[in-house]
């Protein structure tokens, strides 16, 4: 028989990795050109003014939760050599 403590040990391990799982996901980099716009822009406000709904280039449907703090997932990628 498997003891109780055991076993609540076990879920712990599960939903810990489960939600680093997720973080994974959803926190991966996605680069940003290097583009005049781009390199301009820095608060929230201003990547709304193009990235929202209707706008030039809106934030697909399936866009992770976070619409804030773009900065945080969306960075430059690193330049190579
Ligand atoms: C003046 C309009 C404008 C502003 C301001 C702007 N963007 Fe963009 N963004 C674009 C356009 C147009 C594209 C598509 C062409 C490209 O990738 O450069 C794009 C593409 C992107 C992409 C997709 C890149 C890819 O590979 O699919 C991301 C992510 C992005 N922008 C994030 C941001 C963030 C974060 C900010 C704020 C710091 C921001 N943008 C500000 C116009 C803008
Ligand atoms: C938690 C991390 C995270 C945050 C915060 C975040 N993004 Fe993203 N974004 C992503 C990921 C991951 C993708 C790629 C989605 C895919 O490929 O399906 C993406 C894709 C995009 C794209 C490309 C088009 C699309 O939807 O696939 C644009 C534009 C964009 N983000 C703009 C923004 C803006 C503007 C903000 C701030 C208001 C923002 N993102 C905040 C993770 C994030």
Redo the contacts with the bound molecule.
Sequence with gaps: MIKTKDFHFLIMVVVVVGLLTVLYL???P?YLSRTQPHLAAAS?AE??TC?DDGKV?P??K???L?????R???RFERPKG
Excluded: L, S, V, Y
């Design positions: 959803t926190g991966r996605r929230d990547c709304f990235h280039f934030m697909a399936e866009h992770p976070r619409k804030k703090n773009c945080q997932c969306h």
